[in-house]
Structures are given as C-alpha cells and as structure tokens.
C-alpha cells in the first residue's frame, strides 16, 4: 500500500495534461469494468490478468451517450483470444485520482489535469501523452510518452535493425521483392510494439495506418489507423519469456506443428512436371539425403506463370496421376504441400464457378470486383463472407483427402487489393492486414472439422497479431539471394519469435534473382540448422535443393542437413516448449542480459532454445568473428569442445564447414543418428549429450515426445517426457534420468548413450554398480537403459 501511495503522488507530482481540452466527468466501477466519462469520450478499462491490461476509447464523435457508448463499442477482436481471469483487484477513488491495480500491474488516472499512466511493480512503464487525437486528414491517433532510454521492437517483419526506435512504419502488408539489409515494409505488419523495460503494447484494430516509434526524437509512440477501434492492452512480465507468454497467452499459443515439418524440405519455383517431381525426390533416396517433404509451386496447376491462377486443380497434362504421385510419396515418407492462392483471374478455370456461387469481393455496384496485376486480370476469394469461406475450404478438403500433407497460402497480403474493394467484413483497407490471419484461420478450422487427426502445415507470407494460434508458419518472403539477403534473416526472425510466430524462417539459399556462390548456399544451410523451418527454396536459375548440387557442394550441404535431423529430439522439444509457453525457438541475447544495453542491438549471435550459442556467418571469405560469450555460463564449442568464458568477447576462428555454434555449460542435448526421414524416428535409442562444468552445481534438461502426429497430444495425455539432472559438489557429478508418461502413452525402454563431454573420469558408478574402462575416452560415453517407472543414475568421480 506504501509503494502505490508513493507511486500516485510521484505521478501526481510530474502529471501534465495529455490533452488541455480533455476533462474529467465522472466514473464508475461495475464488474471489474472501470468506465471514465470524459469532455470528449469514455474510456473503459479492464483487466484480462494480473499482468494484462485493457482500454479502449469510444470519441464523442462515435457516441456521445455513455450508456450507448457500451452498446455501440465493438468488442470483436481479431487478436485476442483470452477470456478475463477471475481475479480481484484493487480500485481506489480519492479527489484527485482514480486507482486500479492487480499486484503487478497499475493504471492511475489522475482527474486534473487528466492524465492515464501505467506502471509495474513501482516502475513507471509508459503514459498516454495527448490520448486520442482525430487528425484533419481524419486519421485517428493514439499517443504515448516514452522515455529517453528504451529500445522498442515490434512492428512485425521489417529489415531496420533490432532496434527499430527511431522509425515510423506503415501497417500495410505488402511483398519486398528481393530486399537485402533493409526492408522498412513487408508481409507482416503487425501493431505490437516491445520495450526494453520489458512491457508491450498492442493495438487491437486490424484497419491499415502508422506505428510511430519516436520518429521526431521526442520521446513519443504513436499509433495511427484509418478506422476501427480505439483499443490497446498493455502487457507486462517479470522476463522476456515471461512477457512473450503473457502475449501469446492474449492472444493464442502456436499448436505443436507434426514432427516431420521440422526436416528437410524440397522446394523450388517450380516443379513443372510429375516427372520432375519424383525425379527430385529420387535424387535423395540415391544421395541418402534425408527429405520429408516437396513443395510443389504454381505450376502444379498451370503451364504458365500468368493466366492460370485460380484453376486449383491438377493440370492433367503434366501431373497425369497426381493421386499415385501423392500416394507413392507418401509411402517413401515423403509429404507433398501445395500452392495455393486467393486470387481468381478472370482467364481460370474456376472463374464463372466462383462468379456464380457469389465467393468474390465486390466492386460499388455488388460486382465482383476486378483489377490487373502481374498474373493477370484478377479478383480474390471473400474469404469473410461464408460462402467464400466454404467454397474455398472445399478445394482443400478435396487435396487433402488426395492425400497432399501440408498447404502454402502465397500472397495473402493480399498482394494486390484496390482500396475500392469491398469484403463481407469492410472496405478492403479495414481488412487488407488480416486477410492472411482469416485465411490461415480457414484451415485450421477446416482441418479440425474434417481432419481432427492431423496436425495442419500453414506455410503462409502474411499474417496479423495472434496469426500462431492457427499453426500458421510464416516465412520472410522473396528475399535476394546475396549476401545482404543473409544478414537480414537473424533480425526478421528474432523480432517475428518476440511477436508470437515463433516459426518465421526465410527461403535458404535465398530466393530472388541468380546470384551463383556456392559459399552463400552453404552457410545458410548452416544457419537453416538453427532455424525454425529447414526449407531451401529459390527461382529455377540456381538449384535450391541439396540433391541437385554438384558433388561437393553436395556433400557440405548433406552435412547440414544430417545435423538437423540429429538434433531432431532437442527441435521437437523446443517445439513443445513454444507451444505451451510461446517461447522463441531462437531468442536474442538481451533475454539472459536484458540490462546489458550493449545486447540491446545484437541479432548477429543468438540463442538457438536455451542451450546452444549460433554465429552465423554471413560475409564472404571470413576466417574469423568475433563472439560474446553471455556471462549466465561458460560455453563448450559444440564441434571441438573448446571451453569459452563466461561474459567476454573472443575472436573465433571460422570453419568452412560449420558456423561458429557453442553449448551451454550444464546443458543436456538430446540427438539421434541420421534418419532418412521422421518416418524412422525412434528414441528406443538415442545420445545424450551432457556437457559438464564445474562451475555449474546442478542443471536440467528434458525431452519430450509423442507420436509426431495427433493434434493436442500433451493434452490428451499421448505423451512422455524424459527429465535429466546434473549435481556436482567437486569430487563427484551425478546425472540422473527419469521417464514421466501420460496416461493414455504406452512407452518403451530406452537405450541411452550418455556423453559426458570435459571430464577427467576416474570411478564411474550405473545405478550402483562400478563400470570398469580400459581407458577413459572424451567425450566419455556411458550406456544406461530407461524404463519407465524408474530412474537411471549415473554417478562419475572425477
């Protein structure tokens, strides 16, 4: 009670008018709904959580009256799925202000001059600077003070740096054909904005507009919209992790994606022909190349790029069997993903089909509207309208029950959409940043009504806040292929994990033009190691898959590509992990350092989940980089076992076979022997990996598994997770494993290389009993098996 008292007269003291002509009326306290009647709107604030909290604003000018005020707000979001917890705050009422408070988080009010702050445990977060503003231009505002020391992220996917105070950035999705460095505007703009002070807030109207994150260096936020709601949550956390969870706990949690999606993909624009397309995947089978899946483009339904847009369906001609193709794939473990499209040229096959059943966006007149674009003259699906929605759900329902295993959304942005246009849900300006969100959201409601048992494959390039929770995977559009194209991608999806699409990768090898270097293609497969999605892809002039390289070449890339499939067991339990807390898969340093303003910038080095260290390298002919090695633990390099310091920056000498990855001391890496695809995948045996340092008293790991395949298994109890444990009191360390099943998964026992990397053996003790080694070999490999139900210990004086 002493704190907020403190706090309210610190804001009191420093209160200036965040709008000289905004006065204070009254208020009321109903429901946990706090309503302030003002000269010129009503605000309503509620709480979602102790650490979530919402207002919205309804102007004067929308509705006058308070009571139909309530009425009339819209209450539909397109981002947030959480319903209000049942908590019980605190709400105070003097004089001069108003108090509303759930532990952690705050919102004064103060009456004259009218003032709302926002605050965190003591800690001024932010405050409304002159609130809502209408513009001449009739643009509505939202503006907020910021202080002079915070980095801001957010925004979606751009290419400005990490940290993106500074800009102002447009809320329009839009493609960036072949961006390099930098890229102020692409597929994904979504209106979320990060602090350093580890607070964000989101700005719930999916209208396009404006992010202003202090463009005039005068300490100032602005969100700007053509319309829509007047409504923001401010989130807060106590980590980075845990403000990340708190926002997709808002706004939904990614499903766990099937386990094959984590393997190799093939994928080029395009595959012409059924020929080529199982001459692609041959090409694997005979270099022992582990794939999972082919990704089939545009072609799939056309002989030519332009004109053929909208058919949907299998040109016969080149694709003369598609389901024995599909069929045969998928007895090799080889999944196929389509293309697909909203937009419907009027030269398709499907165009008088979807004229008459009424599925196309309007024009004025209640035509279906249309307009050229590169493809061709075109309209596009209403996927807001129902009959839009169904239409279009049944073209995939009919290739998913040909057997084809995942779907790709292209140029959802939509890519070309005239502001004329008109959709069931509004003017096409309203709804443009959404139309992706709202097509992935048609799968995924589709997949659960008629495939409840398959776990969907989203790829799409545009999407909105709250876009994860359909399983949605995003990717960085068409990014050159140069070198400058590289440097970019760490940014894109560092920033995109931060927003609650934990899944944004790019086009390895990058895509657009015909840059030929065998060096660039090689280490970003490097990279793609430590990504998301493992997914080469690019324009026909240069080979994007591994199969289709020159023989050594070839083999480099093989390499990478084996990698990733043997740290298969550690990406499914990241995987796991950002499912049911949102957290990133790859996470910047300032999450272990969020003090150290020297991080605040980097993207260049990364955490690949909590365990490993990646530099990826991204000039030509490096021989060296430097590294920082974050002072939370000392660091193992992963292919040599080289000891790094804590908390200081080295030079690293570069291999051209590998990027620079290093290990968490303490730490547990699960990894299997190279599979050809997740088809093989077994942990009946499996390495573990257990990099000791003594410096590290105790440590934990897990791994978790399921059958790869059936949605919500973890919740309906189809699952195990294996613990391990690591304690050490400077004689001996102990490691212990123990098997925690659901109850409706029937596990087996599991034989268990454990790997003890920088240890000097003398005595080692299985569960008791003394092993005896000739010699005692490093890393140190022990043999234990797992059975359910009980422990395997393993006890090593050193």
């Known amino acids: 009670m002493k704190k907020i008292i403190l706090l309210l007269l610190l804001i009191t003291s420093i209160s200036f008018a965040q709008n000289a002509n905004r006065k204070f009326l009254s208020h009321s306290w109903k429901n946990n709904i706090l309503e302030i009647k003002t000269s010129d709107g009503n605000y309503f604030i509620k709480l979602y959580s102790e650490k979530i909290i919402e207002t919205s604003f309804i102007p004067n000018g929308d509705q006058s009256d308070s009571e139909l005020a309530k009425q009339t707000f819209n209450p539909n979001s397109h981002a947030v799925v959480k319903t209000p917890e049942k908590i019980s705050p605190f709400f105070k009422k003097t004089e001069s202000s108003l108090v509303l408070t759930a532990k952690e988080i705050m919102v004064v009010i103060n009456k004259s001059p009218f003032k709302i702050t926002y605050s965190n445990k003591g800690k001024v977060l932010l405050s409304e600077k002159s609130g809502y503003i209408k513009r001449n231009d009739s643009t509505e505002v939202l503006q907020f003070n910021l202080d002079n020391s915070e980095a801001l992220y957010g925004g979606g996917a751009r290419a400005l740096g990490m940290n993106r105070r500074g800009n102002r950035l447009q809320l329009y999705n839009r493609a960036h054909y072949g961006y390099e460095t930098k890229a102020e505007l692409m597929n994904y703009c979504i209106p979320l904005v990060l602090s350093s002070k580890l607070y964000a807030v989101h700005f719930d109207n999916a209208a396009i507009g404006y992010l202003d994150l202090d463009s005039k260096n005068n300490n100032t936020l602005e969100y700007e919209t053509i319309s829509g709601r007047k409504t923001y949550q401010v989130i807060v956390g106590d980590t980075w992790e845990d403000l990340i969870a708190n926002y997709t706990d808002l706004t939904g949690k990614q499903p766990l994606p099937a386990r094959w999606t984590l393997g190799n993909f093939s994928s080029r624009f395009g595959y012409h022909t059924q020929d080529e397309v199982e001459n692609t995947i041959k090409k694997f089978e005979q270099n022992q190349i582990p794939v999972d899946a082919i990704i089939l483009d545009l072609y799939w339904f056309g002989k030519t790029i332009?004109?053929?847009?909208?058919?949907?369906?299998?040109?016969?001609?080149?694709?003369?069997?598609?389901?024995?193709?599909?069929?045969?794939?998928?007895?090799?473990?080889?999944?196929?993903?389509?293309?697909?499209?909203?937009?419907?040229?009027?030269?398709?096959?499907?165009?008088?089909?979807?004229?008459?059943?009424?599925?196309?966006?309007?024009?004025?007149?209640?035509?279906?509207?249309?307009?050229?674009?590169?493809?061709?003259?075109?309209?596009?699906?209403?996927?807001?309208?129902?009959?839009?929605?169904?239409?279009?759900?049944?073209?995939?329902?009919?290739?998913?029950?040909?057997?084809?295993?995942?779907?790709?959304?292209?140029?959802?942005?939509?890519?070309v959409f005239p502001s004329k246009v008109m959709t069931a849900a509004g003017k096409a300006d309203e709804v443009h940043n959404i139309y992706g969100h709202n097509w992935a959201k048609l799968l995924a409601d589709g997949y659960k009504k008629d495939f409840p048992t398959q776990r969907p494959f989203i790829l799409m390039r545009a999407g909105y806040s709250g876009s994860q929770r359909f399983g949605m995977v995003p990717w960085s559009g068409d990014v050159s292929r140069s070198w400058g194209g590289l440097q970019s991608q760490m940014e894109i999806a560092l920033q995109m994990g931060m927003q609650g699409l934990g899944y944004m990768h790019s086009d390895l090898g990058g895509f657009a033009g015909d840059y030929f270097d065998n060096e660039l293609y090689l280490r970003w497969l490097q990279y793609g190691v430590f990504n998301p999605i493992f997914r080469p892809h690019?324009?026909?002039?240069?080979?994007?898959?591994?199969?289709?390289?020159?023989?050594?070449?070839?083999?480099?890339?093989?390499?990478?590509?084996?990698?990733?499939?043997?740290?298969?067991?550690?990406?499914?339990?990241?995987?796991?992990?950002?499912?049911?807390?949102?957290?990133?898969?790859?996470?910047?340093?300032?999450?272990?350092?969020?003090?150290?303003?020297?991080?605040?910038?980097?993207?260049?080095?990364?955490?690949?989940?909590?365990?490993?260290?990646?530099?990826?390298?991204?000039?030509?002919?490096?021989?060296?980089?430097?590294?920082?090695?974050?002072?939370?633990?000392?660091?193992?390099?992963?292919?040599?076992?080289?000891?790094?310091?804590?908390?200081?920056?080295?030079?690293?000498?570069?291999?051209?076979?590998?990027?620079?990855?290093?290990?968490?001391?303490?730490?547990?890496?699960?990894?299997?022997?190279?599979?050809?695809?997740?088809?093989?995948?077994?942990?009946?045996?499996?390495?573990?990996?257990?990099?000791?340092?003594?410096?590290?008293?105790?440590?934990?790991?897990?791994?978790?598994?399921?059958?790869?395949?059936?949605?919500?298994?973890?919740?309906?109890?189809?699952?195990?997770?294996?613990?391990?444990?690591?304690?050490?009191?400077?004689?001996?360390?102990?490691?212990?494993?123990?098997?925690?099943t659901g109850k409706n998964f029937t596990t087996t026992d599991k034989n268990i290389s454990v790997l003890i990397h920088n240890i000097k053996a003398k005595r080692i003790f299985v569960n008791g009993q003394e092993q005896i080694y000739k010699t005692f070999q490093e890393p140190l490999q022990v043999n234990v098996t797992l059975t359910n139900g009980t422990t395997s210990e393993i006890k090593i004086e050193y």
């Not at 998928?330 to 937009?343: D, H, Q, R, S, Y």
């Not at 303003?597 to 993207?603: E, G, I, K, N």
């Not at 000891?643 to 730490?667: L, M, Q």
């Not at 009191?729 to 490691?735: D, E, L, Q, S």
């Open 306 to 415: 332009k004109g053929t847009m909208g058919n949907l369906d299998w040109d016969k001609d080149y694709f003369p069997n598609p389901d024995k193709m599909i069929a045969d794939l998928n007895a090799k473990g080889v999944k196929t993903v389509l293309i697909t499209e909203p937009f419907i040229l009027t030269t398709s096959s499907k165009w008088q089909e979807t004229v008459d059943k009424n599925v196309l966006v309007k024009d004025k007149f209640g035509k279906p509207a249309t307009w050229d674009f590169y493809f061709g003259n075109t309209s596009v699906v209403d996927i807001f309208k129902s009959e839009g929605a169904a239409w279009f759900w049944n073209v995939y329902k009919r290739l998913i029950n040909q057997g084809v295993g995942g779907m790709w959304g292209d140029l959802g942005e939509p890519e």
């Open 538 to 740: 690019a324009q026909e002039e240069v080979a994007s898959e591994v199969a289709r390289k020159d023989i050594v070449t070839m083999e480099k890339a093989k390499k990478s590509v084996e990698l990733r499939y043997q740290l298969m067991p550690y990406n499914y339990t990241l995987a796991f992990e950002n499912n049911q807390k949102g957290t990133p898969l790859m996470r910047p340093l300032f999450f272990e350092e969020p003090n150290n303003t020297a991080l605040a910038t980097v993207a260049g080095t990364y955490f690949w989940g909590n365990d490993f260290l990646i530099t990826p390298i991204t000039k030509s002919g490096i021989t060296s980089t430097e590294v920082y090695f974050p002072k939370s633990s000392n660091w193992y390099d992963f292919y040599t076992d080289e000891k790094h310091k804590a908390g200081i920056t080295e030079s690293i000498k570069v291999n051209e076979d590998y990027i620079p990855t290093f290990v968490r001391g303490g730490s547990f890496i699960p990894m299997i022997e190279t599979i050809q695809n997740t088809t093989k995948y077994s942990l009946s045996n499996f390495n573990l990996h257990y990099y000791f340092d003594e410096s590290v008293s105790n440590s934990s790991g897990k791994l978790y598994n399921d059958d790869g395949t059936t949605p919500n298994a973890f919740e309906k109890g189809q699952y195990e997770i294996i613990n391990f444990n690591s304690n050490t009191n400077g004689k001996t360390v102990v490691i212990k494993m123990a098997t925690v």
